[in-house]
């Protein structure tokens, strides 16, 4: 869009700004302090830069002096395109200062943007550090305020501050910008508040709420109303709300700047009805809660029954959560044709001074203490409570007095269930909002038997789309009680939510303690572990070489025998050469030789517990072999493995197959204080000897390998460009300023999303902001699209595409097949091989049908080395068939493989040499392989042993993918260390060339403690983490144009860059992209 035509339409629509009297004030009050120059916007954009996009100011229509208009920053195709101003001479260290900014929004867009205030700290030699200042959510035609603090220990080179955020193609708009020492904001702070708390709107935050004022503040909802003076009978004036021909038709008020989430609020409201009412009318307090791009939420807070001719009072209070666009009061109720009378209205906000008027949203606000189920403990009988699928009945004992209850006087029995799925229920739809964590709590036991017992959240939204949640699951029994705990949250608005217990199979009664559910404490942020007097390489493993030819130090696990036996290599295995960067250290040639074998388990072990660290991960390399005992005539898996306190840890497994020596290669870390670790070395069946030599287990510094993946890195992913800037005369360009920033690299990162997540404006507006790709989670797989036999559901997938296709995000297909049985439908299960084979055959013509050309990427057939289903019932070719098929139906997407634990050496069917074979037999049956996709649930990552498994991949010349990786720790540091380790070896490998990740938001993600942002929209230690490394693969160069030539060379990374010259004679702003490849690039800049 031209620049005048833009500047005419904001000017045109700038009397729709609200002119926020806070935000104006606030602006005034604290200039005389401000060490921005131009806070306000008064001489124009100087001092002020535009990053990377454009920016002009706007005049103000007002007529005050004080009033000199506002900033419009367009054309913005990246979230952190903002203004900024260069304050390194007016800062100090140590020194704390108060932000505040007025900001608005424009554009073609309803739903609410989020604006940031942030800080960056600029050091030669250093990567740039960023601090976050604060944020704000703004919608079209309002301001809004952004406030914060920041604080600088060291004095950087250079010290800049800026407002980014808003999605791109949205219009950042700036009133005003203040920077103060904070010690000068006491006295204006407290000034705030006593103006807040003597204010009379702090006491009622209804407007006009005895309608002294006629109808102003009010508006009757697709009826009349009017308002009845005093009389001789009644001193007061009262609303009538007449002609209502539906039960909802009321009297409404917009009070969307006068509260905020997570306080309670006291409503009393006098009603009164008149016209043909037999007996009485319900009237009812509602609040309606508005969300651009998801359904609207309406909240019952309470409700009367009254009479003609009486007032009665209804009363009632609310709590909401999250961030809605708009807050509506109304009342409401009444039969059609009987009018609704109200005389006087309050709202009071029950949390003391905590009055807001403008839209500040805190997430620190104190979300509602109060369970959501009702008679949890069963006092009050069944009541509240219901059966689904089956009885209840309610016991002080059972079994002769054998099982009672494990607290209080009594428990809930689900009796004569008639599916998995029957258990104790109960409606929390008036109960729950979206968008705010719960924790679900109870203590549950069975009647006989063990099985999995589940806590199910059923959601049936507005549009009639259903969502069931799992919320967490136990091993029950009928010998004791055990505890049900896990968490959930809404991501939209339900018109019906259930939440229940299920899983075992029927016939068995489940019994139930007390379930309540209620709203979730956050937990405190993660502390970086302190891990005291460790090494980093040295091997932890006493006796490992043998040297002495004894076995001390080693005992035999089980009944086998131990001894030393000679003949094994001499030197490390390779990984733990490459790990501990040596070439000199030689092994002994002796090696554990453990015989007497009766079990799988037994072998040679040792006690570690003193020697490991928590939170540190060790790498476990060694040599082995297996002899040719137990009659051996199979290849056989070797194990090293950990008990920790009983609990099996993998640290690798390696398939034998022969008489030579093998590495096993692994990793693992402990996070919980352990009072045993025992290390032991199993796997081969009974009767076969194992032999053990050279084995290291040492700590692994991921930080000393990043330098050597960044120069990597450097090679891979950029390239020399040369610029030519032409069009001015040489005379002007000789001295000229360069500054490049870019703006997007373009190595795909992306992330799994599900169709829920996209009700989530929070959510939303992360993946936009930091992905380029997405991948469904469960919504595209056989099993969702066709759960019974000719039973389609295509709507989700229809929706996450059409979501993603508004946001031009690529998409991977994932999958059309899964080869796994217990993955598949159990209708497919039980066809014959014929109907089978129709079926298959059914499945892909239609998925790649409907959606042909839609996804860059499928996954074809999902695991194939860890299942046979359609391999076993129709031959090795049905694979290659799937491929072909495929193939031919959508030729321009990419077909891939997607398996798990290929690159971590923790599963044996799936090494990287089986997965190259398995690529070479599919290739030979005519299947047409595009890619190859490694999931990446990985749990301790070591570098070398992912590159190791990258460099074996990449000799199949294909494309890599880490097609779902995601990393868990209980520590959030440590998580973004992991995280770290994946990014940038996939980043450093030239055969990868895209990384999913499989979600980031918490409770959404596959795996406990995986998430990069908490519940709530807080971005953790992890998240903060993946953040700084998107940010290192931008390049930022400045440098002077020496000659009259024009030219100017760096080396930056692949992708989106913006370039700005300064001359003697002006700014010159332009866009231009780095294209993949070898040779040097040049661009020619035509100013």
């Known amino acids: 869009m031209p620049v005048g035509l833009l500047l005419q339409l904001i000017t045109s629509s700038s009397s729709l700004l609200?002119?926020?009297?806070?935000?104006?004030?606030?602006?005034?009050?604290?200039?005389?302090?401000?060490?921005?120059?131009?806070?306000?916007?008064?001489?124009?954009?100087?001092?002020?830069?535009?990053?990377?996009?454009?920016?002009?100011?706007?005049?103000?229509?007002?007529?005050?002096?004080?009033?000199?208009?506002?900033?419009?920053?367009?054309?913005?195709?990246?979230?952190?395109?903002?203004?900024?101003q260069d304050i390194t001479a007016q800062v100090s260290p140590g020194v704390t200062y108060t932000v505040s900014a007025c900001v608005g929004v424009s554009g073609p867009f309803h739903e609410s943007s989020q604006v940031l205030a942030t800080v960056r700290l600029e050091r030669g030699g250093s990567p740039t550090e960023y601090l976050f200042i604060g944020k704000a959510y703004a919608s079209r035609d309002e301001w809004v305020d952004v406030e914060g603090t920041f604080s600088i220990?060291?004095?950087?080179?250079?010290?800049?501050?800026?407002?980014?955020?808003?999605?791109?193609?949205?219009?950042?708009?700036?009133?005003?910008?203040?920077?103060?020492?904070?010690?000068?904001?006491?006295?204006?702070?407290?000034?705030?508040?006593?103006?807040?708390?003597?204010?009379?709107?702090?006491?009622?935050?209804?407007?006009?709420?005895d309608f002294s004022d006629g109808m102003c503040s009010w508006h009757s909802n697709s009826c009349d109303s009017f308002v009845v003076g005093s009389n001789e009978c009644n001193s007061e004036s009262y609303a009538v709300v007449n002609n209502r021909s539906e039960t909802w038709q009321g009297l409404e008020q917009d009070i969307t700047d006068r509260v905020s989430p997570g306080y309670s609020y006291k409503v009393s409201a006098s009603v009164s009805v008149w016209g043909p009412v037999q007996r009485s009318a319900q009237v009812l307090a509602t609040l309606k809660l508005e969300h651009q791009g998801s359904d609207t939420e309406f909240k019952l807070i309470g409700k009367t029954y009254v009479s003609k001719d009486t007032w009665?009072?209804?009363?009632?209070?609310?709590?909401?959560?999250?961030?809605?666009?708009?807050?509506?009061?109304f009342l409401?109720?009444?039969?059609?044709?009987?009018?609704?009378?109200?005389?006087?209205?309050?709202?009071?906000?029950?949390?003391?001074?905590?009055?807001?008027?403008?839209?500040?949203?805190?997430?620190?606000?104190?979300?509602?203490?109060?369970?959501?189920?009702?008679?949890?403990?069963?006092?009050?009988?069944?009541?509240?409570?219901?059966g689904r699928g089956c009885n209840l009945i309610l016991h002080e004992s059972l079994a002769d007095g054998r099982i009672l209850p494990h607290s209080g006087t009594c428990f809930a029995s689900a009796t004569e269930r008639t599916h998995k799925w029957s258990g104790i229920e109960q409606d929390v739809t008036e109960r729950v909002q979206r968008k705010l964590i719960y924790e679900a709590s109870s203590v549950v036991r069975l009647s006989h038997s063990h099985h999995t017992v589940q806590a199910t959240l059923y959601v049936q939204y507005h549009d009639q789309r259903e969502e069931y949640i799992g919320i967490s699951s136990v091993e029950a029994n009928h010998d004791d009680w055990v505890k049900l705990k896990g968490k959930f949250l809404l991501n939209g608005s339900p018109a019906r939510a259930v939440v229940y217990i299920e899983g075992p199979p029927p016939g068995i009664d489940v019994f139930v303690d007390h379930f309540e559910v209620k709203p979730a404490e956050k937990p405190p942020p993660s502390r970086r572990p302190y891990i005291e007097s460790h090494v980093f390489g040295m091997n932890i493993v006493?006796?490992?070489?043998?040297?002495?030819?004894?076995?001390e130090g080693w005992f035999p696990l089980g009944d086998c025998h131990l001894r030393v036996g000679e003949g094994s290599p001499q030197i490390l295995p390779p990984l733990a050469r490459h790990s501990l960067r040596t070439t000199h250290e030689y092994l002994s040639g002796r090696y554990v030789l453990a015989t007497n074998r009766s079990g799988t388990w037994m072998g040679p072990a040792q006690m570690i517990t003193d020697k490991v660290k928590l939170f540190l991960t060790y790498q476990v390399s060694a040599w082995v072999k297996v002899g040719s005992g137990g009659g051996l005539t199979c290849p056989q898996d070797v194990n090293i493995a950990l008990s920790v306190d009983g609990k099996w840890v993998n640290g690798g497994k390696v398939e034998v197959k022969d008489g030579d020596w093998h590495e096993v290669v692994g990793s693992f870390r402990i996070e919980k204080q352990a009072r045993e670790v025992m290390l032991h070395v199993q796997g081969p069946?009974?009767?076969?000897?194992?032999?053990?030599?050279?084995?290291?287990?040492?700590?692994?510094?991921?930080?000393?390998?990043?330098?050597?993946?960044?120069?990597?890195?450097?090679?891979?992913?950029?390239?020399?460009?040369?610029?030519?800037?032409?069009?001015l005369d040489p005379n002007e360009l000789s001295g000229a300023t360069v500054k490049i920033r870019q703006t997007s690299n373009s190595f795909p990162l992306g992330s799994c999303i599900s169709r829920s997540n996209i009700d989530n404006e929070d959510f939303v507006e992360f993946f936009l902001n930091n992905f380029k790709w997405a991948v469904f989670g469960n919504e595209l797989k056989w099993a969702w699209t066709e759960p019974e036999q000719g039973s389609f559901n295509y709507r989700d997938a229809d929706e996450m595409l059409g979501f993603c296709e508004m946001y031009n995000i690529e998409t991977r297909g994932h999958c059309i097949f899964w080869e796994v049985e217990s993955a598949i439908q159990p209708w497919v299960q039980q066809l014959s091989e014929p109907e089978l084979e129709a079926a298959v055959e059914n499945r892909v013509t239609d998925l790649l049908t409907r959606y042909n050309g839609k996804f860059r990427h499928y996954d074809v057939n999902n695991e194939m080395l860890h299942g046979s289903f359609y391999r076993d019932r129709l031959g090795f070719d049905a694979r290659a068939k799937m491929f072909r098929t495929a193939h031919e139906l959508d030729p321009l997407a990419t077909l891939f493989l997607n398996e798990y634990h290929i690159e971590d050496g923790f599963d044996s069917r799936s090494s990287p040499e089986k997965y190259i074979k398995l690529v070479h037999k599919l290739q030979k049956k005519g299947a047409p392989v595009g890619g190859i996709g490694i999931q990446g649930h990985i749990t301790s990552p070591v570098g070398h042993i992912v590159r190791s498994a990258l460099d074996k991949l990449s000799t199949l010349g294909l494309p890599i993918w880490f097609t779902e990786l995601d990393v868990s720790s209980v520590n959030e540091h440590v998580r973004g260390d992991d995280l770290e380790v994946m990014l940038w070896e996939a980043f450093a490998h030239p055969a990868v060339e895209g990384v999913m990740l499989w979600g980031f938001w918490e409770l959404f993600m596959s795996r406990e403690h995986a998430h990069l942002v908490d519940a709530d929209g807080e971005i953790n230690e992890a998240g903060k983490r993946f953040l700084e490394i998107k940010r290192e693969w931008l390049t930022f160069v400045e440098g002077v144009i020496e000659d009259g030539e024009g030219g100017f060379g760096f080396r930056g990374y692949h992708g989106s860059y913006v370039v700005e010259v300064v001359t003697s004679e002006g700014k010159y702003v332009k866009n231009f992209l780095v294209e993949k490849g070898n040779c040097p690039f040049d661009v020619i800049i035509d100013l």
């Open 332 to 386: 409401e109720g009444p039969p059609p044709g009987v009018d609704l009378l109200i005389k006087s209205v309050t709202i009071h906000c029950e949390n003391s001074n905590q009055f807001e008027r403008s839209r500040d949203f805190c997430s620190s606000a104190p979300e509602a203490d109060h369970h959501i189920f009702l008679n949890s403990s069963f006092s009050d009988g069944l009541n509240h409570w219901s």
């Open 18 to 84: 609200l002119s926020s009297p806070l935000c104006h004030s606030k602006a005034t009050l604290m200039a005389d302090s401000n060490i921005v120059m131009n806070g306000d916007f008064s001489d124009g954009l100087e001092p002020w830069y535009p990053n990377g996009c454009q920016a002009f100011v706007v005049s103000s229509d007002s007529s005050s002096s004080s009033d000199s208009g506002y900033a419009v920053v367009t054309n913005r195709k990246e979230t952190w395109q903002g203004l900024e």
């Open 542 to 551: 006493s006796n490992s070489h043998l040297t002495d030819g004894s076995v």
């Open 685 to 727: 069946s009974p009767g076969v000897d194992l032999m053990v030599a050279g084995l290291q287990i040492f700590a692994v510094d991921h930080k000393a390998r990043l330098s050597y993946l960044r120069g990597e890195a450097d090679m891979v992913r950029k390239r020399n460009v040369r610029l030519k800037v032409t069009g």
């Open 312 to 329: 009665k009072t209804l009363e009632g209070t609310f709590v909401f959560s999250g961030r809605p666009d708009r807050v509506v009061f």
């Open 153 to 209: 220990k060291n004095m950087p080179d250079r010290v800049v501050i800026y407002l980014e955020g808003p999605a791109p193609g949205k219009d950042l708009l700036i009133r005003s910008v203040t920077v103060k020492d904070s010690t000068f904001c006491d006295d204006f702070q407290e000034a705030e508040e006593n103006k807040a708390a003597s204010s009379p709107m702090a006491l009622n935050i209804i407007q006009n709420h």
